[in-house]
């Protein structure tokens, strides 16, 4: 409240729940930023959500189920929304809406911080929605000089490996996933690239065809790797598409169920769940992303496309327009 009371705007994303309480209560607009496709969960944006993504997937984009879905979410995740309903009622804002649905949007100007390309078709709602493309987020502040030329030089010593990474919770509760990677491509007789937080490399054994590295900036790894095993990251699915690269993806919470079936949906990536990654599927599953000529040549012409994509751009110059128009 107190940051917002010389503000000219609140945006946020689908994680911000207070930001239209704090935009409202202060008589300034609400700006809407939407990461992923999830977030613009509708009736004309149909998603998968995590608790209930298995029994959704053979029926989406059937209008029953597809309503059943969202009537059913709204409804469950209200039972942990009543403190911002709450609130809305508090500060007089109670015709927001539903706190995690209709009470995010903005009724001026909401930006789906994505590609086109994972949308069926773009919604119509809410009103005054914008697919801007990928921001292609390079966090460079977390780049590491000697990291960078240490896994450089072993990509570029020799065959391209395969990279595998984990997003989201999984990073922290990783399982046995960096085992079972290296055994799947030992199966294939491919070298090894991993990405993990460093109090996980002393459990991962060292060898002359694995190198283990802690996070890296994307557009400098996925270039020189033959394919990338993902949690499904909405900006992972991005670079990867950008960089010419097949994905294996491994969902395991919050978006990436919905992001995974979507690059799956158009043919750009595979999908393996995460509770049968086992050395033997996943080297079957890369067996078939690495020979499938249909998908590489899919990945070739999106690669191109997504490349022309400038969401950060895009995104600045209707805030901009927003301010402008506010301002006459």
Known sequence: M??????DVVIGNQLAISGPLVAGSRGCPWIYCAVSPLGLASQDNPCLFPLIHRLQRPFIGNALVDACSLALVRGYSSLFSSFVARAQVRLGLRHLGHPRFAG?????????????????????????????????????FLRDSEKEKRALAFMQGGSPPLLYALGGNARSRPGSFFQESLKASRRLGMRTLIVASSRFHAAIPASADVCVTSYLPYSLLFPHVLAVVHSGGIGTIGWSIRCNRPSLLVPGADDQFDNSFRAMRGGLAQVLPRRGYRASAVASALETVLGDDAMAARLRKASTEVAQEDGAVVACDHIEQFLSRRSR
């Open 2 to 7: 107190p940051l917002a009371r010389t503000s």
């Open 104 to 140: 995010l949007f903005s009724r001026e100007l909401n930006l789906i911080l994505t590609s086109p390309r994972l949308f069926g078709r773009l919604p119509v709602s809410p009103p005054h929605a914008v697919v801007t493309g990928w921001t292609w987020l390079e966090p460079w």
